[in-house]
């Protein structure tokens, strides 16, 4: 077994998975060049090649492993090149992966990941010393220096760790830990800094955003972290990702009407509809307060987006079931449906319930519900043709340079769509006022329109 570089070189860094994985790969980067290290864009330069892996399901764990072994070539090319691998596949399978993945130096775990520079300079390390895998649950209570990868102009604001609910389809509380706050304090400083740095979108992100504070302080903290949050100078969007449907509430929603700078964005998973399905998630709520919560949120915000993530091919859901799921998605008319086919999962009660539906069956009915969710996106959107909207512009459209591209503020960076701006000009990193003048299924197409000139002052 070779060593572990004890001395800075170049690092080529991966980052799989979610958001909240996001950041932690942005803390290991920033300590990595505290430590001298530099980080390269070329995995052929790199000494280290280091993958912060994803391990939610199988499919996320099949894609950190083709990437682990795709860079273990690179290393097996190059004499001297280091892989480490972080992340929720070490946590989830800690005690296979050693064995499994020689071609990996260093395995880190969910709560070991900030010690990664001190790791890498301890020197050599062989057989179960490859597992960084040991500390209590991380806590977060600090301000971790981050090396951002997202755009100067946008970030993530991480702001708890873990989860406390008990889906029975999910394998988050097993691999991460217990619900746990960050202190609003720490947060509103990492706030300050990224405002700092230029960061005018900030992007809040937990397991469960809507729980923030009830561990801390026994009630939901959210509304005054959002309020705090908004009182920064230089941040113009806050949007709130992954909240829980039980967890919107009216205060909430009174602070999101009142506050300008809050994105009237609800990303709220749903996974289904149907009460007896919702019972077997473990899911505490039923159909008649999804419907009611939807009429409340565009009662409070009438402009309001709201995104969900769905489950099909549950164990136990009928066709009927099925049908039901369709004419909700019809009668609420979501903006943004996230449609997953199910996938039992290792270590999960779903996994041995009975009356599992076939993979191939699960995977049609998802692309049903995709294709119904497609019309009813592009009905949606057929609704701002005409309208002046803001427009954060992001830059030259990824397919030609002959576009600027940006996002609403119901679009958020990664899951939904854009905006495409066929005229005029607008710096990277500022919001401006577009013109819709064209609509498609997931995309929109637009003007800038140029800010009237302020008239000439009359002699008197």
Request: glycine share 8%; hydrophobic share 40%.
């Given at each position: 077994?070779s ?14 998975g979610?958001a909240k994985n996001?950041?932690d ?5 920033a ?9 390269t864009?070329?995995p ?5 090649l280091l993958?912060n892996t994803?391990?939610f399901i ?13 860079l273990a ?9 280091r892989l480490?691998v972080?992340?929720?596949l070490?946590?989830?399978y800690q ?5 499994l993945?020689?071609e ?11 010690d ?6 301890a020197g050599?390390v ?6 960084a ?7 977060y209570?600090?301000?971790w220096p981050r090396r ?6 946008s ?12 889906c ?19 947060l509103l400083?990492?706030?300050r800094?990224l405002?700092?740095?230029g960061?005018?979108e900030?992007?809040?992100v ?17 509304p005054?972290?959002l ?6 100078k ?7 990702l992954?909240?829980?449907?039980t967890?919107?509430t009216?205060?909430l929603?009174?602070?999101?009407a009142?506050v300008?700078?809050i994105?009237p ?6 996974q289904h ?6 019972r077997?998630?473990g ?10 919560l939807?009429a409340q ?15 099909v091919?549950?164990?136990?859901e ?9 004419q ?6 979501l903006?943004?449906?996230?449609v997953?086919?199910f996938?039992?999962?290792e270590?999960?009660?779903?996994a ?11 995977n ?14 592009r ?5 701002l ?5 803001d ?5 030259y459209?990824d ?19 854009r905006?495409?701006?066929t ?8 919001i ?11 995309d929109?197409v ?8 302020p ?6």
């Open positions: 077994m060593s572990i570089l004890a001395g800075p070189g170049s690092v080529y860094p991966v980052s799989l979610c996001r950041v790969t942005e803390i290991m980067l300590q990595l060049e505290e430590s001298g290290w530099q980080i864009s070329d052929a330069a790199a000494d280290l993958v994803c391990g199988a499919a996320a764990s099949q894609e950190a492993i083709d990437t682990i072994l795709e070539v690179q290393k097996q090319a190059r004499p001297g090149v480490v972080a992340g929720c070490v946590q989830r005690q296979d992966l050693p064995e993945l020689p990996v130096d260093l395995f880190v775990g969910v709560n070991d990941f900030p990664l520079a001190a790791l890498l300079a050599p062989a057989g179960r010393g490859r597992l895998c040991r500390r209590p649950w991380l806590d209570g600090q301000v951002l990868t997202t755009p100067f102009y970030a993530y604001l991480k702001i708890a760790e873990g989860c406390s609910h008990r029975t389809f999910c394998t988050i509380p097993g691999i991460r830990g217990p619900y746990r706050s960050r202190p609003l304090a720490t400083a990492e706030a800094e405002a700092s740095q960061v005018i900030l992007n809040l937990a397991q469960d955003t809507t729980a923030y504070g009830k561990d801390l302080v026994g009630r939901a903290l959210l005054d972290l309020a705090e949050l908004a009182a920064i230089g941040l113009r969007w806050l949007r709130v992954y909240g829980h449907p967890g919107v009216p205060e929603l009174r602070v999101m009142a300008p700078k994105c964005y609800f990303d709220l998973p749903l509809v149907n009460d007896r399905l919702l077997r998630m899911r505490n709520y039923n159909q008649a307060q999804i419907r009611e939807v949120i565009r009662q409070a915000l009438p402009d309001a987006t709201v995104r969900t993530s769905l489950i091919g549950f164990p136990g009928t066709p009927e079931d099925l049908s039901e799921l369709g909700v998605l019809t009668d609420l008319a903006d943004h449906v996230g997953f086919a996938q039992p999962e270590g999960t009660p779903a041995r319930f009975r009356e599992q539906v076939p993979a191939v069956e699960a049609r009915r998802a692309r049903q519900v995709r294709t119904l969710q497609a019309r009813i996106a009905q949606k959107l057929r609704q043709k005409g309208k002046v909207v427009v954060l512009v992001e830059g459209c397919e030609t340079d002959l576009l600027l591209q940006g996002r609403l503020a119901g679009q958020a960076p990664e899951v939904d769509g905006v495409l701006i005229a005029g000009r607008g710096d990277v990193g500022t401006r006022r577009v013109k819709i003048t064209k609509t498609h299924t997931y929109l637009g003007e800038l329109v140029e800010p009237k000139k008239r000439p002052q009359e002699a008197g």
